[in-house]
T-cell receptor, first 113, second 111 residues
Framework: NAGVMQNPRHLVRRRGQEARLRCSPMKGHSHVYWYRQLPEEGLKFMVY????????ESGMPKERFSAEFPKEGPSILRIQQVVRGDSAAYFC???????????FGQGTRLTVV | DAKTTQPPSMDCAEGRAANLPCNHSTISGNEYVYWYRQIHSQGPQYIIH???NNETNEMASLIITEDRKSSTLILPHATLRDTAVYYCIVRVIGGYNKLIFGAGTRLAVHP
């Protein structure tokens, strides 16, 4: 049973470009969470999605960031017009139900140059 | 803000037990204690969780005090691969995985 798969593992974008981060949850998991870890800081919750629905996006920046989890395919975290401050590790986690423990992927490291 | 307090760092000799403390004095009756670890910038790894009884699995044991205000994660025979940052997190029963990660404890296992 493959774990949570994130790609790409490393992504370099120039300021002003768009970044698209993909997350395939574990098989049978329909709940997805995104977290961000800024350099030398702790992990911060961004958003919780359950197939086609955003349940909690309280940790998402108000502008430029969006997330989706379509009926088919991976969850996508999209960052428009990236800035240097968006450079961070972005982790996705999934769980089979709302309240069971979440399992994390290996993350995508975004570098904005 | 994190509802837990952990020492910033600890050392442990390889093969010995690592005992990582966590203070959660404001924990509510409807909150679990969860432990995750993060090995060198990899994704966090779930270790164990408990409510009020001691728990054990293949990775670790969790000892929760009777008043539930503190707990200890025990790695019975630490190896070099256990070097990581360990996070103690409280989470509402039935709640979803909106986890609040504090600074954690950086455990260094040395030969």
């Amino acid at each position: 049973n493959a774990g949570v798969m994130q790609n790409p593992r490393h992504l370099v974008r120039r300021r002003g470009q768009e970044a698209r981060l993909r997350c395939s949850p574990m098989k049978g998991h329909s709940h997805v969470y995104w977290y961000r870890q800024l350099p030398e800081e702790g992990l911060k919750f961004m958003v919780y999605l359950q197939k086609e629905n955003i349940i909690d996006e309280s940790g998402m920046p108000k502008e430029r960031f969006s997330a989706e989890f379509p009926k088919e395919g991976p969850s996508i975290l999209r960052i428009q017009q990236v800035v240097r401050g968006d450079s961070a590790a972005y982790f996705c986690a999934s769980s089979p139900s709302r309240s069971t423990e979440a399992f994390f992927g290996q993350g995508t490291r975004l570098t904005v140059v | 803000d994190a509802k837990t307090t952990q020492p910033p760092s600890m050392d442990c000799a390889e093969g010995r037990a690592a005992n990582l403390p966590c203070n959660h004095s404001t924990i509510s009756g409807n909150e679990y204690v969860y432990w995750y670890r993060q090995i060198h910038s990899q994704g966090p790894q779930y270790i164990i969780h408990g409510l009020k009884n001691n728990e054990t699995n293949e990775m670790a044991s969790l000892i929760i005090t009777e008043d539930r205000k503190s707990s200890t994660l025990i790695l019975p025979h630490a190896t070099l691969r256990d070097t990581a940052v360990y996070y103690c997190i409280v989470r509402v029963i039935g709640g979803y995985n909106k986890l609040i990660f504090g600074a954690g404890t950086r455990l260094a296992v040395h030969p």
